[in-house]
């Protein structure tokens, strides 16, 4: 059974940054498609990026440049790095896996998905 485990949100002002953390356990990490979602209130879930199991990445366009995933598949980790954060980055972010989807557009495909940490950036 797939678990993941999101950390490291909190309260920022704008400019600042934050780092997130994902620890996956349940399944051969490594191998995995792993992404971040958000969802603000009252919007939809949104995409940020994902990393497949080659290392690859993407992002979406309102966070290119600022936010950075990796992973450390010897701790099983998945990690955010947001910089320059700003007020409309404050949502709910949540990390998900698949086994073979992998899309940075849509969240409906991923079967597991964290329980979410609270990211607020004030202004």
């Known amino acids: 059974q797939v678990q993941l485990v999101e950390s490291g949100g909190g309260s920022v002002q704008a400019g600042g940054s934050l780092r997130l953390s994902c620890a996956a356990s349940?399944?051969?990490?490594?191998?995995?498609?792993m992404a971040w979602f958000r969802q603000a209130p009252r919007k939809g879930r949104e995409g940020v990026a994902t990393?497949?199991?080659?290392?690859?990445?993407r992002y979406a366009d309102s966070v290119k440049g600022r936010f950075t995933i990796s992973k450390d598949n010897a701790k099983n980790t998945l990690f955010l790095q947001m910089n320059s954060l700003k007020p409309e980055d404050t949502a709910t972010y949540y990390c998900?896996?698949?086994?073979?989807?992998?899309?940075?557009?849509?969240?409906?495909?991923?079967?597991?998905w964290g329980q979410g940490t609270q990211v607020t950036v004030s202004s």
């Open positions: 998900a896996a698949d086994r073979t989807y992998c899309s940075v557009s849509a969240w409906w495909g991923y079967n597991s």
């Open positions: 349940g399944y051969t990490y490594s191998t995995y498609c």
């Open positions: 990393i497949n199991s080659d290392g690859n990445t």
